[in-house]
């Protein structure tokens, strides 16, 4: 009964080379790789999806000893979506990359100048299995969601403006997500240099008659511009829906909230009451 | 020296996990050190392992491992040596008692370390003689149930050393009056962040720990609520999650929603790095009504943040000095919290020395210091000869003589005890 079983040295146990990350106020990215058992020739940022387009391929130059840098500049347009960092070597070779510490300081309370045409956002962080994921919003113009009120049956937010100005008869439209075209509207009002709306609540639950309702709310500035999709991006949350929680409130056969989708852009949720 | 620690479970999560992980790794640098885990449930420590230290297990609990003892018959049987009173009692068994006995009656090491109660009076009754032995307490001795007390007073004797996280909870083990064993406060150890200090200007305050009842966070939402009605320019984040000892998660949404302080206040969840989510904010809280220690105090205060903290017993008096690196506040008083918060946020100035201070006080717990002052313990006991407890056979087995007698006392003693305190916690 003396069996112990021995098991090799754990010292270090992690293959995967780290990144650490540090975000700028701009919307950059620098990248300190450690760990790579070779001299890597590139960090290779990939989209996900069906249709990823082309990879983004950033040099890497030795900053000190063993340690490799990449630069995402704010200037350098990443297409909005989930992007995976690949750290490769020469002929084609890949490995994956771990996240080590997130210095993402600089994005909380981010506030791009109100001049800004075009909102760049990327927030590095772990993805499901710990690999190095670069999440990207590209928006011009961009409608930014702030402090979210409740009242009267309804709920008022404010937000601010990027790129486009509020203009006379400006909405809010709340689309039914494949409600076939059903819409609310009510007005959006400036302010500040920005907006605020109240949407009540009552319309969106009338006649319920699915498990959920998802209304999808979007700015349209009245000036003959293209909609715009209200969002919560300036800040260093990269995943919103579990942590911008807003209480709900019943209302019919329904209980009525805001909350932001995967992609943090906000929509209101009617949920039918069981039983 | 060769020193060997044994942990509960190494590949799993938490505070003495990691300050094993810690100690080990600084005395790995000049001394041959092995951590020995009783259990083994995963492949790969979940906590990132120490270098240079080995690593091994006593009983395999992994499903997938051929080596799967978790249907051993004797590990269905519930454990004798490893003390009911330990809170872990349940996990251990036969087993665990042959295993652990076997590895320490054959152990070649200087100093042998224990690392939770249970484990204490294993290394104290069963390590070969010529052994250092060490016992650590991890948590606080008034904070044991009555039954696990009992037990410590009875084998901790026959230990050389024990070492508490506090200086309070080490006059708490010099009060057990236990003949010739020393005992010593050494506090944890926390690294150095590997990010920059925080700035002291973001308008945040951060909290973590897990979202249990002890943490007193429905405390620090509603101090925040004073806060936010003065200053709605400052948010709170508060990370962690539920453990096994309950999930707050829902009481506090339903008390933010309650208060009107979805904008205002943000439960996180798990950070995988903490360091990089202190430094956003300039100033942290704790409101605990309990705290062996105060890891996220320290861990903070390296970040640069001054801490309001309740006064609890029994770590953050021995880390903060009130009004000088932080603030302490009397244990559950929202107002105090509130208004030491208060006083921090509209004092730019005030906050700013503190953290300043903060940053210099906490250097005191760096693992390399903290490494030093274990090292000399252990250093002083080898020194004298190697475990003056089990020197002598003689005392040895003088001890054994009594115990058996004392067993059996003990157990009367205690089933009179339990009648009388019955209703009663401990």
């Known amino acids: 009964m003396t069996t112990t079983a021995e098991s090799p040295d754990t010292g270090s146990a992690s293959a995967a080379p780290r990144a650490d990350c540090i975000a700028d106020s701009a919307g950059g990215v620098t990248f300190d790789i450690t760990g790579a058992g070779e001299p890597g020739a590139a960090l290779v940022l990939r989209r996900r999806g069906t249709n990823p387009g082309p990879d983004v391929l950033l040099p890497l130059t030795p900053a000190a000893e063993g340690l490799l ?37 600089a994005l909380v309370d981010r506030e791009p100048g109100p001049d800004a045409d075009r909102v760049a956002v990327r927030i590095p962080y772990p993805g499901r299995s710990g690999e190095l994921v670069v999440r990207s919003w590209l928006r011009r113009p961009h409608a930014e969601t702030g402090p979210i009120g409740f009242g009267a049956g309804g709920v008022t937010v404010h937000g601010r403006l990027y790129g486009v100005e509020l203009g006379p008869g400006a909405t809010v439209e709340a689309r039914l997500r494949g409600g076939g075209g059903r819409v609310h509207r009510v007005p959006a009002t400036a302010d500040g240099d920005g907006f605020a709306f109240t949407l009540p609540y009552a319309p969106l639950a009338e006649g319920l008659d699915a498990k959920e309702w998802l209304w999808d709310l979007w700015l349209l500035t009245g000036n003959g511009r293209p909609a715009v999709r209200l969002a919560r991006i300036l800040d260093d949350v990269p995943l919103k829906q579990a942590i911008f929680v807003y209480p709900g409130s019943t209302v019919g056969a329904g209980v009525v909230r805001p909350y932001y989708t995967g992609a943090n852009d906000l929509s209101v949720r009617v949920d039918a009451i069981r039983g | ?64 491992s051929p080596g799967y003892e978790g249907d051993h018959p004797q590990h269905h049987r519930p454990a004798k040596v490893f003390p009911r009173g330990d809170g872990r009692h349940s996990q251990y068994s036969r087993l665990t008692d042959a295993r652990i006995g076997d590895h320490l009656r054959t152990v070649e090491a200087d100093v042998v370390v224990g690392t939770r109660p249970g484990l204490n009076v294993h290394i104290a009754r069963e390590t070969r ?33 024990i070492t508490t996280v506090t200086r309070a909870d080490a006059a708490a083990y010099r009060e057990l009056r236990l003949a010739d064993v020393r005992i010593d406060a050494v506090p944890n150890g926390v690294p150095s962040p590997r990010v920059e200090p925080a700035s002291g200007d973001g308008k945040l305050v951060v909290a973590a720990g897990r979202l249990t009842p002890v943490k007193r966070y429905d405390l620090l939402v509603k101090a925040f609520a004073q806060v936010v009605a003065v200053r709605p320019d400052w948010k709170l984040r508060i990370y962690g999650s539920g453990d096994a000892f309950g999930n707050e998660r829902e009481t506090l949404r339903n008390l933010i929603d309650d208060l009107g302080l979805y904008n205002h206040v943000f439960l996180m969840g798990l950070a995988g790095d903490l360091d990089s989510e202190w430094v956003k904010g300039s100033l942290a809280a704790v409101t605990s009504s309990h705290e062996s ?55 730019d100035g005030l906050r700013h020395r503190m953290a300043k201070a903060a940053l210099e006080s906490s250097e005191r717990f760096d693992p390399a210091r903290i490494a030093e002052r274990h090292e000399a313990i252990f250093d002083e006991l080898h020194a004298q000869g190697g475990g003056s407890r089990s020197a002598g056979a003689l005392r040895g087995s003088l001890h054994r003589a009594r115990s058996t007698a004392l067993d059996g006392a003990y157990a009367l003693r205690h089933k009179a005890a339990s009648v009388l305190r019955k209703g009663q916690t401990a």
């Not at chain 1, 989930?82 to 996240?99: K, N, S, Y």
């Not at chain 2, 999560?13 to 092995?34: K, P, Q």
């Not at chain 2, 105060?294 to 017993?313: F, H, K, N, Q, Y």
């Open chain 1, 69 to 105: 840098r990449a630069v995402l500049p704010s200037t350098v347009d990443l297409a909005e979506g989930v992007w995976d960092a690949h750290l490769r070597f020469g002929e084609g070779a890949e490995q994956r990359l771990e996240p080590g510490t997130r210095d993402l300081r």
């Open chain 2, 129 to 161: 003689p010529g052994v250092v032995r060490v016992g650590q307490e991890h948590l606080t001795l008034p904070g044991h149930s009555y039954r696990l007390r009992s037990e410590i007073a009875h084998s901790y004797p026959l230990l050389d050393a």
């Open chain 2, 293 to 347: 220690f105060g890891m996220t105090i320290v861990e903070a205060m390296r970040c640069g943040l001054p801490v309001v903290s309740t006064d609890c017993p029994q770590g953050p008096r021995e880390i903060i000095d009130d009004g000088v690196d932080g603030r302490l506040v009397e244990t559950g008083n929202a107002d105090a919290v509130a208004a030491a918060l208060l006083e921090l946020i509209q004092d």
């Open chain 2, 1 to 64: 020296m060769h020193i060997s620690f044994l942990l509960h479970n190494a590949y799993s999560l938490g505070g003495t996990i990691r300050s094993t992980f810690n100690l080990a790794g600084e005395l790995a640098r000049r001394h041959d050190v092995e951590i020995v885990s009783v259990f083994r449930h995963h492949d790969e420590p979940t906590l990132p392992a120490p270098e240079g230290v080995r690593l091994r297990h006593l009983v395999d609990l992994r499903k997938s």
